[in-house]
């Protein structure tokens, strides 16, 4: 059993920055391919972005593309959001996210975390 606990939520002006972190733990050393998720309210849950195992390769949605970077710490199961230039709707519930598998995705996995609000305000 995966678990995913996420950090760093808050509430911001619209222009400003925010990271995000997720910490993963499982019966493995193993390190997971992980993402986030979003859902705003009254939407659907969407995809923002995943990086695989080693951190080499990420994927972004299109809507958050140029204005977030995720990345991982270079050991371990914990994986960072850094969210700039954010706009109101970019408010929702951020989901970390991982199938346990170390291939990135923009799917979502069988893990979820419980979620981190993030608010923007204009």
């Known amino acids: 059993q995966v678990q995913l606990v996420e950090s760093g939520g808050g509430l911001v002006q619209a222009g400003g920055s925010l990271r995000l972190s997720c910490a993963a733990s499982g019966p493995s050393f193993d390190r997971y391919a992980m993402g986030w998720f979003r859902q705003a309210p009254g939407k659907e849950r969407e995809f923002v972005a995943s990086?695989?195992?080693?951190?080499?390769?990420?994927y972004y949605a299109d809507s958050v593309k140029g204005r977030v970077t995720i990345s991982r710490a270079s050991a371990g199961n914990t994986i960072y959001l850094q969210m700039y230039a954010l706009k109101p709707e970019d408010t929702a519930v951020y989901y970390c996210?991982?199938?346990?598998?170390?291939?990135?995705?923009?799917?979502?996995?069988?893990?979820w975390g419980q979620g981190t609000q993030v608010t923007v305000s204009s």
């Open positions: 990086i695989n195992y080693s951190g080499g390769t990420t």
């Open positions: 996210n991982t199938d346990g598998g170390t291939i990135a995705s923009t799917a979502g996995g069988h893990y």
